[in-house]
């Protein structure tokens, strides 16, 4: 009997053990988060909604090539394959239909430029026929558009426009001047590429008869040098790019006609110093609509002008003590009819949506209140409806909602607490909405324009059962109060098995740039998985967003104007001491971190809060605002001509004496955007003021220090700087 019961315990605490044992979750390690990508979500790719609303077309990629697949929207049921790359013998990464669905353009061999520019082989898809016609015999071009007749293929190359005839392949070259570091035609300089988000700097007029195009004479702009390593001799690479106070490429807009085969200048004024980051026709291919800014950024004027004279007629004009952002402009949509526009505008306080006739009179606001509209999905002319994202919920979420052209009636379509953005149907249909929370990975779902769900095309189950598996803390949202008043948003996330009894070291995690928001309710990337390891080893990582930042209205984002800097230090400092209040947290043990921008604060930080930080990484780092472009700096602090204190008294070359902490700094030497200069002259200001740091440098890698182990062993090297000096 007694054998009996201890063959029964026995066996009783076997299982105990081995349930424990499994149901023991793991930490996670840097090996998960950059070698095994354990924690990368799916999403779906690639869609674009076909014209008739009941199907939409989805790029997918196989072992056996790229395909485009056609896909019933009620069903969600594949119905046929409209090109199959492997049957046409070609590896195709991205396509776009024409207005029919009749032919599509496809590229393959893409060759990245810079941040948004490319060029690649382009081949156009007879749809019907299923046959490839190869443009240009195969040579790398940029920007291949179809006409909207689809007789015709317009496209950059060598800094030119060129127009192809599908019928004979004849090639018309409209433009003859472009010359590398001299004259662009119909493609963005480097400066409009990275600040004014565009690449391509044509468009084809409605009928299809014309070419609008902005040129860029950039021969008097200062030239970048930049060296390339690897090679006996390192070779030099020159592109222009204009630091803040220097000239600025000479911008102008023309009109080709096909017919005449002449090109007609558009008069955009007398001042030659400004900027034209946008060209739009109207619905009329005689009336071409531009935006000019003058070169503070505080004047925005909306123009039309005449494709065939090239005379203008200013429409809109709005001023700004400040600034005027571009980014809702983007927004711009001509209504059918000559029914006016509709578009954004931050002039009561918050980004809201407007109707305006056609010659610019204002014919309603249509959204208002204390919150933000952050996208304007589409308008419904035929139902008369507005689909937006906005931050009416909190300025943590985003959520999808429809309004009546007259401001009535509006109703929130994606009530789940989180981000959402959405892809909608040309006819309103329906819409694909991406959804997360900071505690869900991503879920892509397919819904009437009711909001009524139709099918769950990804919902990441793999990745949600992964996740079970790991023992992850919550992100938790919290908010405080600084010393003058100004109410900030923060998240943190604990160790596993917290223990507030004990005394935790803290990494804050900071971008803080004008506009920008790392604080909201979504799932996030490789950053918050490397966020999560340091928080397995026993590390509170926390980030605050700074006045400044987005989400929360103009005055809010325009506290920091020609001042970059000093409140987003004060309020990261802040920051810092607010959980240095707290039992849990070991306030001699406060460390920071950021890239770009974040790098610039976490060098501020460190040096004019030397008193409460301890250490601080700061990873391809702005040093000072007189070696950044034009068109961000100047947008934020006027011209250092103007305003040289604004641009000197938060460098941190100004405050290297005051350094006590620990500081790494990294940089990659290819990069084009934040010059390694910026570093140079950091480390030579910290020489000559006998600090001592740690540095690291990538050679040839840009803002983006990525490529082979490059990001294994960055993260890597951070996550050593921590553990030793935190």
Not at 4 to 27: G, I, N, P, R, V
Not at 74 to 94: K, R, W
Request: proline fraction near 2%.
């Amino acid at each position: 009997m007694n054998k009996l019961k201890s063959m029964a315990l026995l066996a009783f605490f076997m299982l105990w053990s081995s349930l424990s044992f499994a149901q023991q979750k793991k930490s996670v390690s840097l090996e998960d988060v950059f070698k095994s990508n354990t924690f990368n979500q799916k999403s779906v790719y690639g869609i674009n909604w076909m014209k008739d609303g009941q199907y939409y077309s989805s790029l997918q990629r196989g072992i056996s090539g790229s395909k485009v697949v056609k896909i019933n929207v009620s069903t969600g049921v594949e119905a046929e394959t409209l090109i199959d790359g492997g049957a046409l013998g070609i590896n195709f990464s991205s396509y776009s239909f024409n207005s029919e669905e009749t032919k599509a353009l496809i590229a393959s061999e893409v060759e990245s430029i810079y941040r948004r520019s490319s060029k690649g082989i382009f081949h156009v898809v007879d749809l019907k026929t299923g046959s490839a016609q190869k443009l240009m015999d195969g040579q790398k071009i940029m920007y291949a558009t179809l006409s909207p007749n689809n007789d015709k293929v317009a496209f950059v190359k060598d800094n030119n426009i060129y127009i192809v005839e599908l019928s004979n392949n004849q090639v018309t070259q409209i433009t003859q001047d472009g010359k590398w570091n001299h004259i662009i035609n119909g493609a963005a300089d480097w400066v409009y590429e990275e600040e004014f988000s565009m690449s391509k700097a044509f468009d084809w007029s409605p009928d299809g008869k014309k070419i609008a195009f902005i040129r860029f004479d950039e021969s008097e702009v200062p030239e970048f040098n930049m060296q390339t390593w690897g090679k006996l001799y390192p070779e030099d690479y020159r592109f222009k790019y204009p630091k803040a106070g220097e000239k600025n490429a000479e911008v102008s807009i023309h009109v080709y006609d096909l017919s005449s085969k002449k090109t007609v200048k558009v008069d955009a004024g007398e001042e030659k110093d400004i900027y034209l980051p946008r060209i739009y026709w109207t619905n009329d291919s005689n009336t071409l609509a531009f935006i000019r800014l003058n070169r503070l950024q505080n004047q925005l004027d909306l123009l039309y002008a005449n494709a065939i004279t090239g005379g203008t007629q200013l429409i809109l004009q709005e001023k700004s003590t400040t600034y005027v952002d571009l980014d809702y402009n983007d927004d711009l949509r001509f209504l059918e009819g000559n029914k006016g526009f509709i578009r954004t505008s931050e002039q009561d306080g918050y980004k809201h949506i407007y109707h305006h006739d056609n010659q610019g009179k204002l014919i309603r606001q249509i959204t208002s209140g204390d919150w933000e509209v952050t996208n304007l999905i589409g308008v419904d002319e035929k139902n008369k409806k507005i689909y937006f994202v906005s931050t009416e919920a909190s300025p943590l979420e985003r959520n999808l909602y429809v309004i009546n052209m007259d401001g009535k009636g509006k109703k929130v379509l994606t009530p789940e607490k989180g981000t959402t953005s959405v892809n909608m149907s040309k006819d309103f249909k329906y819409y694909i909405a991406n959804q997360s929370n900071a505690e869900t990975p991503l879920k892509v779902t397919l819904n009437e324009s009711t909001g009524k769900l139709v099918k769950v095309l990804e919902d990441n189950t793999e990745l949600r059962s992964k996740l079970s598996e790991f023992d992850f803390s919550k992100k938790e949202f919290f908010n405080f109060n600084t010393v003058d008043g100004s109410f900030l948003n923060g998240y943190m996330i604990k160790p596993a098995g917290f223990d507030e009894n004990k005394k935790y070291p803290v990494l804050m995690y900071v971008y803080g740039g004008p506009g920008s928001q790392n604080v909201s309710n979504s799932w996030g990337g490789t950053r918050d998985f490397w966020h999560h390891h340091l928080a397995s080893e026993g590390y509170i990582v926390v980030c605050v967003d700074n006045r400044g930042t987005g989400g929360r209205g103009r005055e809010f984002k325009h506290l920091t104007y020609a001042n970059l800097g000093k409140l987003e230090t004060e309020d990261q400092i802040a920051g810092a001491k607010y959980l240095g209040t707290l039992p849990y947290v070991d306030k001699s043990r406060i460390g920071i971190w950021g890239w770009s921008y974040g790098g610039y604060m976490s060098s501020l930080a460190l040096m004019i809060g030397n008193d409460v930080f301890k250490s601080a990484i700061a990873v391809a780092p702005v040093t000072t605002w007189r070696y950044y472009d034009t068109i961000y700096t100047e947008r934020y602090l006027q011209t250092p001509q103007l305003n040289a204190a604004g641009y000197d008294n938060n460098s941190p070359i100004t405050h290297v004496n005051k350094l006590k902490g620990n500081l790494l700094l990294i940089h990659g030497t290819g990069d084009d955007n934040v010059h390694f200069q910026n570093a140079v002259d950091l480390v030579d200001a910290l020489v000559k003021a006998d600090k001592h740091f740690e540095t690291m440098f990538y050679p040839n890698r840009n803002h983006g220090i990525y490529g082979g182990n490059t990001t294994w062993h960055l993260y890597s090297l951070m996550t050593d700087f921590i553990k030793r000096k935190l």
